[in-house]
C-alpha cells in the first residue's frame, strides 16, 4: 500500500465516518489529551461525571481510522452503560510500526488508571488487538488489572493462520483479506508476527478479569475470536462470547442504521455494568 493510499484511505473513512455514524444528542464528544496526547472524551452534558470509564481503542488496522471515527458508537455505548468514555489517537502505521501503538495504549491505560473508579477496556478489530495485547502486557508484568475486557471482531493472529481468513474471503465485503494482510505488514514492520504483544492469540490470559467478544460468522477474523476465546477459557478466565449471524466486521458502529448493532450495544452495555457494579443506563 503505497502512502498516497494510506492518506487516500484515512480521509475516506473520515469522510464517512462524519455523514453516517452519529452520537446521542444526551453525550458530549471534546477533544482533550490523555497520556501527553490526543484523545477524544465522551461524557454526559449533564449531570454527574459517571464513576465508570470506558478506555476505548478504535479499530483501522493499524493504518487508519481515529478517535472521531469511532466516537460515536463509543459514546452510544457509554449512554447505555452509564459510563464516560475516552478514546485515545495512538500512533498509526506505516509512520510508526509495532510497537509504538501499544505503547501508547499502555501509557493511556496507566493515566486512565491514576484517575480512579472502575475502568472498562475495549476495542475493535485492530484496537482490539492492541485491547488484548495491553491485557497481555499487565498480566505479564504483574501490575493492576481492568475491571474487564471487551472487544468486538478482533484481529488476534497476525499469522493470519485462521481457515476463516480463506473460508470467508468472499463472504466479508467489509475486511479484504488481502488488505488486512498487508496492513498487518505494515504495522509488523518486520517484528515477529507470533510476538505475544501482537498477536494476542499467542499470549497466556491465566488471571485475567472478565472478557467479551463477539464477532459475525462470516468474517474473515471468525476463527480470531473462536481460537482465541477457546485458549482463554482453557486458562480459565471468564469469557463471554457472541457469535451473530451474517453481520459485517464491527458492525455496532452501524448503530444509527442497523438494529441488530444497538442490541449488540445493548446487550454489551448490561454485561459492563454487571461487572462493575452500576446501575442501568439510559438508550
Not at 221 to 250: A, C, F, K, W
Request: hydrophobic share 45%; charged share 15%.
Amino acid at each position: 500500500m503505497r502512502r498516497s493510499d494510506q492518506a487516500t484511505l484515512r480521509r475516506s473513512f473520515a469522510s464517512k465516518a462524519r455523514f453516517l455514524f452519529h452520537a446521542p444528542l444526551s453525550i458530549r464528544l471534546a477533544t482533550g489529551t490523555l497520556a501527553g496526547a490526543e484523545a477524544l472524551w465522551v461524557a454526559p452534558r449533564r449531570g454527574p461525571k459517571p464513576d465508570v470509564t470506558i478506555l476505548y481503542f478504535h479499530g483501522g488496522g493499524f493504518v487508519f481510522g481515529s478517535p472521531h471515527t469511532h466516537g460515536a458508537m463509543v459514546a452510544a455505548l457509554a449512554k447505555r452503560a452509564g459510563a464516560c468514555a475516552v478514546l485515545p489517537r495512538y500512533p498509526l502505521a506505516p509512520e510508526h510500526p509495532f510497537p509504538a501503538a501499544l505503547d501508547h495504549a499502555i501509557a493511556a491505560y496507566h493515566a486512565c488508571r491514576a484517575q480512579g473508579g472502575p475502568l472498562v477496556v475495549g476495542g475493535d478489530s485492530a484496537g482490539g488487538a492492541l485491547t488484548l495485547s495491553l491485557l497481555a502486557h499487565l498480566l505479564t508484568e504483574g501490575e493492576p488489572l481492568p475491571d474487564a475486557v471487551f472487544s468486538f471482531s478482533p484481529l488476534t493472529d497476525l499469522t493470519f493462520s485462521g481457515a476463516s481468513i480463506r473460508d470467508n474471503a468472499e463472504a466479508d465485503v467489509e475486511l479484504p483479506a488481502e488488505r488486512a494482510s498487508k496492513m498487518a505488514q505494515m504495522y509488523l514492520n518486520g517484528a515477529d508476527e507470533t510476538n505475544p504483544l501482537a498477536s494476542p492469540l499467542f499470549a497466556d490470559f491465566t488471571g485475567a478479569p472478565p472478557v467479551w467478544i463477539t464477532v459475525g460468522d462470516t468474517e474473515i477474523l471468525l476463527d480470531d475470536s473462536r481460537r482465541i476465546v477457546g485458549q482463554m477459557q482453557g486458562q480459565g478466565v471468564n469469557v463471554t462470547y457472541v457469535e451473530e449471524y451474517d453481520l459485517p466486521h464491527v458492525w455496532p458502529i452501524f448503530h444509527n442504521t442497523l438494529p441488530e448493532a444497538r442490541r449488540t450495544l445493548n446487550t454489551l452495555a448490561k454485561w459492563i455494568m454487571a461487572q462493575t457494579g452500576t446501575s442501568a443506563g439510559t438508550r
